[in-house]
């Protein structure tokens, strides 16, 4: 088996492919013949030993995983050998086959005209994140406004295709014609030139223009000091959901989240998913479901080989793709 290694903290160009002996597969798992893995940005994180956690060295980064299963181990009764499935693995995923709990993975259709291997690799984590924090967090309600700050990335473009599923006029803020257009697609009553114009002044224009003094709602991967700014486009009651610090973790003046009683709430789905399995596991389903009928779009992701991970992680991290990224073993 293929897979990549990250034998030391630092760049990610130091990342290596090695050949290696494969895994038992053990009670209770199964082996995946994986055909495509998500590239999130805090893979790089892991790598570069800026993650909060860092893993014994050396590992294979890569979370997100879609493959074939090839092997039962003892024990396993709900899966068999040609199943397609989705695996969550923590770390590990950046391989050509992986041995994983059976309990970790999620059948898929076997027809992929309907959900790609690139898109059933890549939308979970960025899509769940989104349901959680509108349905969970904020339980947003038709007819509500929302900016959505780097909405041409991943994170950003599964925002908007929530926020248009759940009925609420999603202003999109990307840097590039690209990416706008992305956002367009994915359902946005409009876009700002994030690169140009002022975010914050056009948000509340927009949202000006059906009668309120801001928007109830501003969806941050990005951090930094475009969180403070955008904090200030929030009308009465609006709520800064806290996604992600892309560019770093804002100062929050609290002055401005007193004012109109506005609210800042956090949304870490990966540690309430690990807390609130079976309620997860709802959510999942609601995903899945609306994905398959078509009401929700995950965008098909720039793939490359497993071989030029280091540049999928950098380009990633330079903001160079619209959408998602993919490694195709």
């Given at each position: 088996?293929?897979?990549?290694v990250?034998?030391?903290f630092g760049?990610?160009?130091r ?5 290696r002996?494969?895994?038992?597969c ?21 790598v570069k ?7 014994p ?5 890569g ?6 299963i ?5 024990g ?16 590990g ?5 992986v ?7 999620l059948?898929?259709?076997?027809d ?5 291997d690139?898109?059933?690799a ?5 899509y ?9 967090r904020?339980q947003?309600?038709?007819g ?5 700050l ?9 925002a908007?295709?929530i ?19 992305l ?8 876009v ?9 002044e ?6 000006g223009?059906s ?7 501003v ?7 475009q969180?403070?700014t955008?904090?200030r ?7 800064l ?5 892309v560019?770093?973790?804002?100062m ?13 709430i ?5 540690g309430w998913a690990l807390?609130n ?12 479901d609306?994905?398959?009928?078509g ?6 992701p720039?793939?490359?080989p497993?071989e030029?991970?280091?540049?999928a992680?950098?380009?990633l ?5 619209a959408g998602?990224?993919?490694?195709r073993?």
């Amino acid at each position: 088996m293929r897979m990549v290694v990250c034998e030391e903290f630092g760049p990610v160009e130091r990342l290596r492919v090695v050949e290696r002996e494969s895994v038992p597969c053990g009670p209770g798992a199964v082996r995946i013949a994986v055909t495509a893995t998500g590239v999130n940005y805090v893979d790089g994180l892991f790598v570069k030993g800026e993650y909060q956690i860092k893993p014994p060295l050396p590992f294979t980064p890569g979370m997100e995983l879609v493959g074939r299963i090839t092997e039962i181990g003892e024990g396993v009764v709900d899966r068999a050998v040609g199943d397609r499935v989705f695996a969550n693995v923590g770390l590990g995923a950046y391989a050509s086959e992986v041995v994983a709990p059976s309990l970790a993975t999620l059948l898929l259709p076997a027809d992929t005209s309907t959900l790609s291997d690139g898109q059933a690799a890549t939308f979970m984590q960025s899509y769940l994140t989104g349901w959680f924090a509108l349905r969970e967090r904020v339980q947003a309600r038709e007819g509500q406004s929302m900016l959505v700050l780097g909405a041409g990335g991943g994170v950003g473009a599964a925002a908007v295709d929530i926020g248009a599923l759940l009925g609420l006029r999603v202003i999109a803020a990307a840097s590039t014609p690209e990416k706008r257009e992305l956002a367009l697609r994915q359902g946005a009553v409009a876009v700002i030139d994030s690169s140009t114009e002022d975010v914050k002044e056009r948000a509340k224009e927009i949202a000006g223009e059906s009668g309120a003094s801001g928007v109830d709602l501003v969806y941050d991967p990005i951090g930094g000091e475009q969180s403070a700014t955008c904090l200030r486009a929030l009308g009465d009651d609006g709520a800064l959901l806290v996604i992600g610090f892309v560019a770093g973790i804002p100062m929050l003046p609290a002055n401005q989240v007193l004012l109109r009683n506005r609210r800042v709430i956090g949304v870490d789905w990966g540690g309430w998913a690990l807390r609130n399995g079976a309620r997860n596991n709802e959510l999942t389903g609601e995903v899945l479901d609306h994905v398959l009928a078509g009401r929700l779009h995950p965008v098909e992701p720039a793939s490359y080989p497993l071989e030029r991970a280091a540049e999928a992680l950098a380009d990633l991290d330079a903001r160079k793709v619209a959408g998602k990224v993919a490694l195709r073993p």
